[in-house]
């Protein structure tokens, strides 16, 4: 069983629609949590860490269940620039477990 | 900018050749990781570095692959016998130990891509 699940997509949604990604992960002892961005041929960027209360930052809201184990991702009022995969990050110990992304395209 | 920089950035092989990569993190982060990333799919741990020490490496760290970090600051990934199932975006990424698991972001380099031929 992979540490990290999430449904690859692809999600295509009109501008300004909102979207929304979850991914599960096995290890019940895991202890940080990660959203990332990665466009096209380019190295992961940090969107959001998510804590256990869950946190937003603009149109981003991050939330975390750790009885189900599962990690959500809300996109809000899309925009054309929100295109790319999103990758869920845990972390336990010393490692950092990658899910393979979920490919978002925003469509004019 | 996060810092983190790889080269070289494209390298192109033929099957059997030895390549080798070097990451340079950001200066005062202490941790490194190498991972590997194929299309479609997520990043893959293949090892990392506290300082100087090789502390984890994973099963599919083969026998032809070697990563050392001798002084602590940049890093080398080298791969003998290139395959063509090495083919594939080698990425670092580094962060700084903290006690609070939270803040241990991982600020990854531009990546190097690797093409067995």
């Known amino acids: 069983r992979k540490e990290v699940e999430q449904d690859p997509g692809p999600f295509n949604v009109p501008e300004g629609a909102t979207v929304a990604f979850n991914c599960t992960y096995s290890n019940s002892a895991s202890q940080s949590f990660f959203w990332y961005r990665q466009d096209c041929r380019k190295e992961p960027k940090l969107l959001m860490s998510?804590?256990?209360s869950g946190n937003e930052d603009g149109r981003f809201t991050a939330q975390l269940n750790r009885a189900s184990q599962y990690i959500s991702l809300l996109i809000r009022d899309s925009k054309l620039s929100d295109s790319a995969t999103y990758l869920c990050v845990v972390s336990g110990g010393n490692q950092f477990y990658f899910g393979t992304g979920t490919s978002l395209t925003v469509i004019p | 900018d996060t810092g983190v920089s790889q080269d070289p950035r494209h390298k192109i092989t033929k099957r059997g050749q030895n390549v080798t990569f070097r990451c340079d993190p950001i200066?005062?982060?202490?941790?490194l990781y190498w991972y590997r990333q194929t299309l479609g799919q997520g990043p893959e741990f293949l090892t990392y570095?506290?300082?100087?020490?090789?502390?984890?490496k994973s099963r599919l760290l083969s026998d032809r692959f070697s990563a050392e970090r001798p002084k602590g600051s940049f890093s080398t990934l080298e791969i003998q016998r290139t395959e063509q199932g090495d083919s594939a975006m080698y990425l670092c990424a580094s962060t700084t130990t903290s006690w609070t698991a939270y803040q241990e972001t991982q600020y990854f380099g531009p990546g190097t891509r690797l093409l067995v031929l």
């Open positions: 200066s005062e982060h202490n941790r």
């Open positions: 998510v804590y256990s």
């Open positions: 570095f506290q300082n100087e020490a090789q502390l984890e």
